[in-house]
């Protein structure tokens, strides 16, 4: 991870312009960047890499490629300009210090996102047990399901707040929770925990570690997001029983 840090520090620097290019568009190039990166050093460090670590390192790449590209196309439509010049405003009034802390600390993160990676890039995963190889690739499985459900989700949003960006959306995955991109989220952080699996007790807590991190910021994140729409969706027909009714964001829940 400390071999990745100094990419993802240069993947979230856009933090120092507006501090969601470190939350978001920098969580996303710096996934991309781990993908990358993870390759090289097992050839530097003369180790086949094997399907299994192909496979993470695609799945890795696949997430911070799409995450990447629909910010940046999410940025230029007309239903996210509001939110974007508030962070935009609040960037502004940050200090200098405040952006460094910001940075350092996300990219920082992001750089332990590449253990799980160095676990299955490394001959741990090939001295495993069946039983960890099979917890293995059922994480690059339930990572990739996670990444499409979130995939889904943001496109539907992004799609209803288009056509109408003063309503809610309460249809297609949006009824079965209404954070289903957070479900997605949540999934696919789990799936890469497994990844490391085959590695050291230590490496494992420290790949579980982020998911539980994760569902604590997602739940945080959607409390924060349902007080806004009860106030901003409260006289919409049909809004409070969806809301009444609908889990936050694991269906079923």
């Known amino acids: 991870p400390m071999s990745s840090w100094p990419l993802t520090f240069l993947a979230c620097s856009g933090g120092f312009s507006n501090i969601l290019y470190s939350f978001g568009l920098g969580y ?9 990166l993870a390759p090289v050093v097992a050839k530097m460090q003369k180790r086949t890499l094997t399907a299994f670590g192909l496979a993470c390192c695609s799945m890795y790449a696949a997430y911070g490629v799409r995450l990447t ?19 935009q405003l609040k960037s502004d009034m940050m200090g200098i210090s405040s952006k460094f802390a910001i940075v350092m600390g996300v990219s920082f993160s992001q750089a332990l996102y590449a253990l799980p990676l160095a676990v299955a890039t490394s001959s741990s995963p090939l001295r495993a047990r069946p039983v960890l190889k099979a917890i293995g690739w059922a994480g690059v ?10 995939t889904l989700a943001d496109e539907q949003k992004l799609a209803a707040k ?3 960006p003063r309503l809610p959306v309460m249809d297609g995955l949006f009824s079965y929770c209404r954070h289903p991109n957070y479900f997605g989220e949540f999934l696919f952080h789990c799936g890469i925990s497994c990844m490391g699996i ?13 998911t539980f ?4 910021t997602l739940k945080n994140s959607a409390a924060r997001s349902d007080k806004e729409a009860d106030h901003r969706y409260r006289n919409c027909d049909g809004y409070a029983q969806w809301a009444e009714n609908t889990p936050v964001f694991i269906p079923g829940l």
């Open 28 to 36: 996303g190039l710096s996934m991309t960047a781990n993908a990358g």
């Open 69 to 87: 590209t629909f910010l940046m196309r999410r940025q230029d439509e007309d239903s996210y300009k509001p939110r974007f010049e508030l962070l």
């Open 141 to 150: 499985g339930i990572a990739g399901i996670g990444l499409l459900i979130e």
């Open 162 to 164: 288009r056509e109408a």
């Open 198 to 210: 085959s590695g050291t007790p230590i490496q494992v807590a420290a790949c579980v570690f982020p």
């Open 213 to 216: 991190f994760m569902a604590f």
